[in-house]
Nanobody, 121 residues
Framework: QVQLVESGGGLVQPGGSLRLSCAAS????????MGWHRQAPGKQRELVAA???????NYADSVKGRFTISRDNAKNTVYLQMNSLKPEDTAVYYC???????????????WGQGTQVTVSS
C-alpha cells in the first residue's frame, strides 16, 4: 500500500503563487511517474503536469510557462510550483503516483486526498 499526503493549497489572489507538495509513504518496487491533476466544479478531472522516473515532464497547455513540476526522489515527494495564478486555476488538485508493486510487477496508480486551490480577489 502507498499513502499520499498533499499540502500547500489555499486562497490566493490572481497573479499570486502557491506551491503544492505530495509525499508518498509505503512500499513499492519503483515509482514510474508522479503527477498532478485537478478538478473544477462541474468539470472532469484533467492532467495538469506529470514527471516520469526518467525526468521527462508533461504539462497541460493551459499551465505551460506558469506551473513547474519537480520531484525529490530522496523524499519521495513531488511538487507543483504555480505562478501567475488565474481564477480559472481554481480547483481541487490531486497528486498521483504510478508505482510498480514489489513481487508481482503490477503497476498501480495511487491518488492523494486532494487539496483546494482558490484563486480570487
Amino acid at each position: 500500500q502507498v499513502q499520499l499526503v498533499e499540502s500547500g493549497g489555499g486562497l490566493v489572489q490572481p497573479g499570486g503563487s502557491l506551491r503544492l507538495s505530495c509525499a508518498a509513504s509505503g512500499s513499492w518496487f519503483s515509482i514510474r511517474s508522479m503527477g498532478w491533476h485537478r478538478q473544477a466544479p462541474g468539470k472532469q478531472r484533467e492532467l495538469v503536469a506529470a514527471v516520469t522516473s526518467g525526468g521527462s515532464t508533461n504539462y497541460a497547455d493551459s499551465v505551460k510557462g506558469r506551473f513547474t513540476i519537480s520531484r525529490d526522489n530522496a523524499k519521495n515527494t513531488v511538487y507543483l510550483q504555480m505562478n501567475s495564478l488565474k481564477p480559472e486555476d481554481t480547483a481541487v488538485y490531486y497528486c498521483n503516483f504510478m508505482v510498480t508493486q514489489k513481487g508481482n510487477g503490477i503497476r498501480v496508480n495511487y491518488w492523494g486526498q486532494g487539496t483546494q486551490v482558490t484563486v480570487s480577489s
